[in-house]
């Protein structure tokens, strides 16, 4: 052959071996561990490396076993300072002990590549922990200069909770009043400033309406036009990140670059729960998984491709629900439980949807610990539409009272509760916390985990009207139930994981 023509050749080879990498570089996975059937550590980090294209992980936390195991394996590994942990750390001496107690006994060895501090701190509405998240960042990222670590990266990653209600199609998309400035403008400049991404969670999943299935799960659909910016929509997860896209370009930063920590859809739960299946969950995290990776980016994101985190690498049996213990792309065996095009060597064996077991747990990461838990309530055979949000009975004063104050400064019409108004009466907590829970819920987007609220809320297929009155909590009267009617209620995007 010609040398011109194996030059030619040569090169064509280069470039698709480029384009592979480009194609497969930027998937990672959520490596949770709320399960007690999971397989050690050391197999997980063997497995990954031999039979998939994985080549990144994000823990929620900073277990030692997990991260010895990851040594010499060129695995990228994001670890997590805990909800809990990390306002200390906005000192710079207990952020440099962390360090030393938390990276250096691992790094370089395993490829520590990111610190994830907290999880979703905004949507906790914990004023101790939004005060100390930025300065807790920019003191571990110091503490990392000062050991001569300049190749690991701190940020956060945040739900979409943060975008302001009501903003309409994703071109119109901002953050909340009163974060815009004072929260988001300088967490965005230190991104700039330290070259870090912004983490968003991304979930069509708890966006989605009985009419938005196709539109959420990638599949065919007439899609959704932005009349702002005359693009067409023809999935949610673009609509959704181009929604943060413009909120961050609204406060000058829209060169701060983007990664998706978190996404995913169940493959088993309840009977009757929208849109679990395990159809469903091939189809959209296979379909995310080509589409991120294509570099066609999004309609106001062009040409280009976003690292994402697929929620999560295996079923965890301790989640408190059966959707929650089926986010997984593998058992606990390391079988498949359905192949999105990441196994080396061919494909899965099979899809298997069985779910997985276990006892009940309190505690969770990722969206196990987004959403009610279901049993608190009974629940009758659901009703497409008809949900309400209802606080716990469980619930204490003190909780609802909070919630009633964010609910109220969020936008919310609070109205109805006040004196004379329709539903002021019966004059108690309970009482108020359910309809303005419920109209946050319904104002938001009808989703579980809109109705979270720090695990004092529940989502119900049961009239309010019965459940109150039989509880004597409530008379619902003239009260009127909030009609969700605009981008998010009608599972265009999706604000998530309220306190």
Request: aromatic residues 10%; proline residues 9%.
């Amino acid at each position: 052959m010609e040398p011109k023509k194996l030059l030619l050749l040569f090169l064509f080879f280069l470039f698709h071996s480029a384009c592979h990498v480009i194609l497969t570089a930027a998937i990672g996975v959520n490596y949770g561990t709320v399960a007690d059937n999971l397989p050690p550590p050391s197999q997980v980090a063997t497995f990954l490396k031999t039979k998939t294209t994985i080549d990144r992980v994000k823990i929620f936390d900073t277990n030692p076993d997990v991260l010895r195991a990851f040594a010499n394996t060129g695995i990228a590994v994001t670890v997590t300072v805990g909800n809990g942990d990390f306002p200390p750390l906005a000192k710079l001496p207990a952020a440099q002990s962390w360090v030393a107690d938390n990276i250096l006994p691992f790094y370089p060895r395993t490829n520590i590549n990111r610190i994830a501090v907290g999880n979703e701190i905004l949507a906790t509405s914990d004023k101790d922990l939004i005060a100390h998240l930025l300065p807790a960042m920019k003191a571990l990222h110091s503490a990392l200069n000062l050991a001569n670590i300049t190749a690991i990266q701190v940020s956060t990653p945040h739900s979409l909770g943060i975008l302001a209600p009501n903003t309409g199609p994703p071109s119109l998309g901002q953050f909340r009043t009163g974060y815009d400035k004072i929260i988001f403008e300088p967490i965005l400049e230190y991104h700039r400033q330290t070259k870090s991404p912004f983490l968003v969670n991304p979930y069509p999943f708890f966006g989605l309406s009985p009419d938005t299935l196709n539109y959420a799960t990638f599949k065919p659909n007439g899609g959704v036009f932005d009349n702002a910016t005359g693009m067409n929509y023809t999935n949610m997860f673009d609509a959704q990140m181009d929604a943060v896209f413009s909120a961050m370009k609204k406060v000058g930063y829209e060169d701060v670059d983007l990664v998706v920590a978190e996404t995913g859809w169940p493959s088993a739960g309840d009977p009757n729960q929208l849109g679990v299946s395990l159809e469903n969950a091939v189809s959209y995290n296979g379909n995310l998984i080509r589409h991120v990776s294509s570099g066609k980016g999004t309609p106001l994101m062009p040409n280009r491709t976003f690292e994402t985190y697929i929620f999560a690498l295996f079923n965890e049996n301790l989640k408190p629900t059966l959707s929650e213990q089926n986010y997984g792309l593998f058992k606990p065996d390391l079988d498949p439980v359905y192949d999105v095009g990441l196994l080396r060597n061919g494909q899965a064996q099979g899809p298997t949807s069985g779910p997985a077991s276990g006892p009940s747990a309190s505690t969770a990461t990722g969206p196990a610990a987004m959403g009610p838990t279901p049993d608190v309530v009974a629940q009758p055979p659901s009703v497409a539409g008809k949900r309400w949000c209802v606080p716990k009975p469980n619930a204490t004063e003190a909780a609802l009272q909070k919630n009633i104050d964010y609910v109220c400064s969020s936008g919310v019409d609070c109205k109805p509760i006040q004196n004379g108004g329709p539903c002021f009466e019966p004059n108690s907590v309970k009482s108020h916390a359910a309809y303005v829970m419920n109209a946050y819920y319904q104002d938001h987007g009808p989703q579980d985990i809109n109705c979270d609220f720090n695990g004092t809320g529940v989502v119900t297929t049961t009239d309010p009207s019965k459940l109150y009155i039989s509880a004597k909590i409530n008379n619902i009267g003239n009260c009127k139930i909030n009609k969700a009617n605009n981008w998010a209620a009608r599972g265009r995007l999706q604000n998530v994981h309220v306190p």
